[in-house]
């Protein structure tokens, strides 16, 4: 069975304050890696997909990795507004398995 | 604007009274999809459309019922509600590879008393 563990659970940060987030997967036959943010009272709104080890993606303060156990979201100096929850997921033929998520805070 | 709609936005019940949670996407994705959030659990999915008139069970089918009848509706039933269905529900579409992103609804928070 597929399995996606998420960690830590929470986080939080001070304003400028790198850190990195950890999705550890195991999965019969990955199709990708996907990872979402959600914000409290939202549905959760795609991020990125990652597909084969060694890809990384970019957007704005946010790098994903990905390798064949793992997965890291960096967050960059981040900002109040990238307080959210973070959630990865893993895809093969058939079924799309979520983590239970990480849930950001950053402070000014 | 492309998007998944979903409606109520809040729901209260009371057990055994039937309700439907309904779902509307206007992007012409073949896939559609329910889930429920629960603290902790994470994204659980409940049942799956690949297309009109093709539905499939997810991981926690049991109380729930869907259709799809037609490409952009995917209405979520709940024929006999009972507390522990009481959590955040989500639609959600994509077109049809399984590499293809999720475009979610803003949710449904249910309350069986």
């Not at chain 2, 459309?49 to 997810?58: A, F, L």
Request: with cysteine; net charge positive.
């Amino acid at each position: 069975e597929d399995q996606v563990t998420q960690s830590p659970e929470a986080l939080r940060l001070q304003e400028g304050e790198s850190s990195s987030l950890n999705c550890s997967y195991t999965v019969s036959g990955l199709r990708g890696l996907f990872w979402y943010r959600q914000d409290p009272g939202k549905g959760p709104e795609f991020l990125f997909t990652l597909y084969s080890a060694g890809e990384e993606k970019e957007k704005e303060r946010l790098k994903a990795t990905l390798t064949k156990k793992e997965s890291f979201l960096h967050i960059t100096a981040p900002k109040p507004e990238d307080s959210a929850t973070y959630l990865c997921a893993v895809q093969n033929d058939y079924k799309l398995s979520f983590g239970a998520g990480t849930t950001v805070t950053v402070r000014a | 604007e492309a998007q998944v709609t979903q409606n109520p936005r809040y729901l209260i019940t009371v057990t055994g009274k039937k309700l439907t949670v309904t779902c509307s996407q206007n992007m012409n994705h073949e896939y559609m999809s329910w889930y429920r959030q629960d603290p902790g659990l994470g994204l659980r999915q409940i049942y799956y459309s690949m297309n009109v008139e093709v539905t499939d069970k997810g991981d926690v089918p049991e109380g729930y019922k869907v259709s799809r009848k037609e490409k952009r509706n995917f209405p979520l039933i709940l024929e006999s509600p009972s507390p522990n269905q009481t959590s955040l529900y989500f639609c959600a579409s994509r077109r049809r590879g399984p590499h293809e992103k999720l475009f979610f609804g803003s949710g449904t928070q249910l309350s069986v008393l």
